[in-house]
C-alpha cells in the first residue's frame, strides 16, 4: 500500500465542507475529516499494490479444465466522481502445467485492483491480465456486473441500470464456443 497522507485528507475535506457551506467547527463534522482520511485509507488500499503478489499460493495440481468463482461482491470508487461503484465479479480460468491458484486469492485479486480509484472496464481487464501474467493459464474469462452511484445518485439518476462488462483472453478469446460454454457457467 501506498503512504497515505492523512493529514492532507483532512485538510482537503475541511476545505471541502467549508466550501460546500457547511461549518466544520460544529460538533458532528469535528471528527468528520480524521473519519474521511481513514475511509479514503481503507477504500484506496489497493493503490500501490501489484494484483499478482496475490497469487502467489500456487498448487502442483494437473486439473487443465474450467475454475470458476462467481459471486465475488466488490466496491471501487469511480474515478469520474469518487463515488462507489459496486457489484459482483466472475472469475474463470484454465490452469496450465499444474499452476493452479488457491480460490481465496482470486477473490484477493479482485479486491486489489477495486480499492483504488477505477473505471469498470480496467478492473475487468486488469484482473485478466494479472492471471495471464501470473499463471499462464490456457484461458481467462472475467465479468463483472455493477451499479455505478454516479448513474444512480446523481447525474443521469436511473436507479438499478447495471453495466456488464467482460474480458477475455487465450483461449477464450480464440474460441466462441468455449466463451459461450464458460460465460453461461458464469452467469448461471
Ligand atoms: N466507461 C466508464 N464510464 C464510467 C465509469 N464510471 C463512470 N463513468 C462515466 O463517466 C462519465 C463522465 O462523464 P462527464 O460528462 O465527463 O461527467 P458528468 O458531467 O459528471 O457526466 P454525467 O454522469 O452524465 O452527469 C459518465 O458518463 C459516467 O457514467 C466506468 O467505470 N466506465
Ligand atoms: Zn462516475
Given at each position: 500500500?501506498?503512504?497515505?497522507?492523512?493529514?492532507?485528507?483532512?485538510?482537503?475535506?475541511?476545505?471541502?465542507?467549508?466550501?460546500?457551506?457547511?461549518?466544520?467547527?460544529?460538533?458532528?463534522?469535528?471528527?468528520?475529516?480524521?473519519?474521511?482520511?481513514?475511509?479514503?485509507?481503507?477504500?484506496?488500499?489497493?493503490?500501490?499494490?501489484?494484483?499478482?503478489?496475490?497469487?502467489?499460493?500456487?498448487?502442483?495440481?494437473?486439473?487443465?479444465?474450467?475454475?470458476?468463482?462467481?459471486?465475488?461482491?466488490?466496491?471501487?470508487?469511480?474515478?469520474?466522481?469518487?463515488?462507489?461503484?459496486?457489484?459482483?465479479?466472475?472469475?474463470?480460468?484454465?490452469?496450465r502445467g499444474g499452476r493452479v491458484t488457491g480460490l481465496s486469492k482470486l477473490a484477493r485479486v479482485?479486491?486489489?485492483?477495486?480499492?483504488?480509484?477505477?473505471?469498470?472496464?480496467?478492473?475487468?481487464?486488469?484482473?485478466?491480465?494479472?492471471?495471464?501474467?501470473?499463471?499462464?493459464?490456457?484461458?481467462?474469462?472475467?465479468?463483472?456486473?455493477?451499479?455505478?452511484?454516479?448513474?444512480?445518485?446523481?447525474?443521469?439518476?436511473?436507479?438499478?441500470?447495471?453495466?456488464?462488462?467482460?474480458?477475455?483472453?487465450?483461449?477464450?478469446?480464440?474460441?466462441?464456443?468455449?466463451?459461450?460454454?464458460v460465460f453461461s457457467l458464469m452467469r448461471g
Amino acid at each position: 500500500m501506498k503512504d497515505v497522507n492523512y493529514a492532507q485528507i483532512e485538510e482537503a475535506v475541511r476545505m471541502i465542507l467549508q466550501a460546500v457551506g457547511e461549518n466544520p467547527d460544529r460538533e458532528g463534522l469535528l471528527d468528520t475529516p480524521k473519519r474521511v482520511a481513514k475511509m479514503y485509507a481503507e477504500v484506496f488500499a489497493g493503490l500501490g499494490k501489484n494484483p499478482e503478489d496475490e497469487l502467489s499460493a500456487l498448487f502442483n495440481e494437473l486439473h487443465e479444465e474450467v475454475v470458476i468463482v462467481k459471486d465475488i461482491p466488490f466496491f471501487s470508487m469511480c474515478e469520474h466522481h469518487l463515488v462507489p461503484f459496486y457489484g459482483k465479479a466472475h472469475v474463470a480460468y484454465i490452469p496450465r502445467g499444474g499452476r493452479v491458484t488457491g480460490l481465496s486469492k482470486l477473490a484477493r485479486v479482485v479486491e486489489t485492483v477495486a480499492r483504488q480509484p477505477q473505471l469498470q472496464e480496467r478492473i475487468t481487464a486488469t484482473i485478466a491480465d494479472t492471471l495471464v501474467n501470473k499463471i499462464e493459464p490456457h484461458g481467462v474469462a472475467v465479468i463483472i456486473e455493477a451499479e455505478h452511484m454516479c448513474m444512480t445518485m446523481r447525474g443521469v439518476k436511473k436507479p438499478g441500470a447495471s453495466t456488464i462488462t467482460t474480458a477475455v483472453r487465450g483461449v477464450y478469446h480464440e474460441d466462441p464456443q468455449a466463451r459461450a460454454e464458460v460465460f453461461s457457467l458464469m452467469r448461471g
